[in-house]
């Protein structure tokens, strides 16, 4: 398997987030490249490519570009910098060590779509990440790369940060959008898809900041180059952020189909504290987890699906045998009912209903036959909701009951956690970390 | 002036006006990022800009936001109330979040919480006797690779954050 770096090649360098930097190991070359090239040329590569959306989805991006009615304008670009989903710490590390290679691929897939008007939706929480992004952009509009002209030619593209305000429906897409526009996130029906109407109304691409970082690369060495860095229908590589009960806990770029038992064993030297891996949500808070013996898996979208999970956003999070199931369960489900947008009756009223049996199992007052009624809950929640949220709720319930039935029913014949105060297991305050293979 | 209540409906009018023309200095250049008939789209800096300069974002903010975007105080009052960055009520002097999601946790975020709760003496989204700190649990802050992980006044990231550490952050928090 090959150890090519798209992403992460420039962490760590002195300056790597500077302008001066980022052209001097020939960035904007692509850039350059891509306004010679035909506009449909360059989506062209992209679909050869497999590139498929980093935000959690796992969608073709090039076959996404698509959608785009042919004569309605104008376009917009909305980039999800929103990075809420529990686990998920990626796009910050991209904003923070290579912005400029976010704005390239930015320029370059506006210049594809014809599109003049760029919005970067990045969560509030993360004001360091928005004034470097604000940085970047000042700089490559003072070199003359965006604004009245593209690198020189006669097209016209403007960049905004939108900085959100604390909640984490507003990554949902159609959400994203309606925050946008100066309301409340409440997520649209679909269809109509954002691609048809979307920001105000118009046709609107939507992607995640990882997704779009890989496009200069793209655009550089051509869609059958990335595409041969994964497999099947999934190109190129992605970044892991591995966190919870790990040695080296971090951000790892490996190919799309990398083995998650070895990234977790091999590259995260295992759990910190030896003891046999528990449970490992494999990509964000919404993914279903994976019992210790089943996560000798592919990462890959496809691979990872047919294993009854997804690897979602890319967040691997990893519990050793001293983490009590029901404890964390509580503390997802307490999540979706904190961050539901209220609009849909089985999610708004669901969710907090799913927090506190969990809650009440926790803390030893649950009766025989309440594991199942989490279960009938959750199957009344997900498929019946406006947006995926209400799927992002159940699939954690489905799951942790399903594959640790036995924590549920310990509980419950023993009216107490039978892991007491440790609940959360050893404490693990020692770690290092590992961002894109540097010490943080 | 003595300070607005927040809980009663206000009128940005009774703004202090120097308050007033910093708000306006400042939305200006932010209204030039959207297109000219979209003003409304500044809601969200709009009410981030007023609750900088008057302290929160109660109804006399959300009045002013609207009146300047040319939309109705109820969808400034929408965007305030839904969002958890937006304060309609005065904070103490300082906001402490701390991250109890699942990877912060597993780092030991939970007893850490409790911590700071007996430390001082609030429970979750309590303010201190002498008004210096409000102390908040919040979802995951994208920081789960170096967690525990604390958000200082909306504006700086703490990672792995050790009792010591915290120790030292509230010390600065003076
Ligand atoms: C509840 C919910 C939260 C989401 N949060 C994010 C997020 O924080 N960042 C993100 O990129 N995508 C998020 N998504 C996915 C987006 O809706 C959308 O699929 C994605 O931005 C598309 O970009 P991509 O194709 O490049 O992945 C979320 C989806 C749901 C249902
Ligand atoms: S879980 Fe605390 S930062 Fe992600």
Redesign the interface.
Known sequence: MSDVKVLTARWGKKDSHTLASYKADGGYGALEKALSMPQPGIVEEVKISNLRGRGGAGFATGLKWTFLPKDIRPRYLCVNAD???????K??YIIENDPHMLLEGIAITCYALDIH?AYIYI??????QAAALEQALAEAREAGIIGKKLMGKDFDLEV?V???????ICGEESALME???????YPRLKPPFPAVVGL?GKPTIINNVETLANVPWIVKHGGAAFAALGTGKSGGTRLF?????VKR???YEKPVHYNLKKLIMEDCGGTASGRPVKAV?PGG?SSPVLRGDEIDVSLEFDAIKAAGTMSGSG?V?V?DDS?CMVR?LS??TK?YA??S?GQCTPCREGTPWMESLCEKIEHGHGVPGDADKLLDMANHIGGFTICALGDAASMPVQSFVKKFKDDFERHIAEHRCPFGEGA??V???S?E?V?GGMR? | MPPHDPTKPGDWKDLPKDQVARFDAALAPVLQRYPPDKKEAAMIPALRIGQEIFGHAGTAVQQLCAERLGTSPARAEEVATFYVMFHTHPTGKHLLEICTNVSCCLAGADRMFEQLKRRLGVENGGTTKDGRITLREVECLGSCGTAPAVLVDEKVMEERVSPQKLETILGGLQ
């Open positions: 990075e809420s989903e529990p686990g998920t710490f796009d910050r008007l969560r509030g929480e993360f004001p360091k905004h939108h900085r959100g305000a604390g909640a984490y925050s946008l526009e100066g309301k409340k996130g105000w952020g591995v966190s919870g009960n806990p971090g951000i949500i808070s967040g999070i519990m983490v964390v503390r997802v999540f904190e961050e947008c959360w297991g404490s693990q305050d770690r970390a961002i943080a």
